[in-house]
């Protein structure tokens, strides 16, 4: 189920059941991204904030 909003607002669950990795591997990803200030955390939610720097990383 894909829980994404008008804002980019992802679920992490969702992202590690779509790259079929584990929720920890996700969460050790997505903390490496928030310090490069790609994404924003809060709890579990996910905020894409430099959709150009994101759109890079899908390309490598």
Same mark, same amino acid.
């Given at each position: 189920?894909?829980?994404?909003?008008?804002?980019?607002?992802?679920?992490?669950?969702?992202?590690?059941?779509?790259?079929?990795?584990?929720?920890?591997?996700?969460?050790?990803?997505? =903390?490496?991204?928030? #310090?490069?200030?790609? *994404?924003?955390? &809060?709890?579990?939610?996910?905020?894409? =904030?430099?959709?150009? #720097?994101?759109?890079? *990383?899908?390309? &490598?």
């Amino acid at each position: 189920m894909n829980r994404q909003n008008a804002s980019g607002v992802f679920i992490q669950k969702d992202i590690s059941d779509f790259a079929a990795i584990s929720t920890e591997s996700t969460i050790k990803f997505l =903390k490496e991204f928030e #310090k490069e200030r790609i *994404i924003g955390l &809060k709890k579990k939610d996910i905020e894409i =904030k430099d959709w150009k #720097k994101s759109a890079g *990383i899908v390309k &490598k």
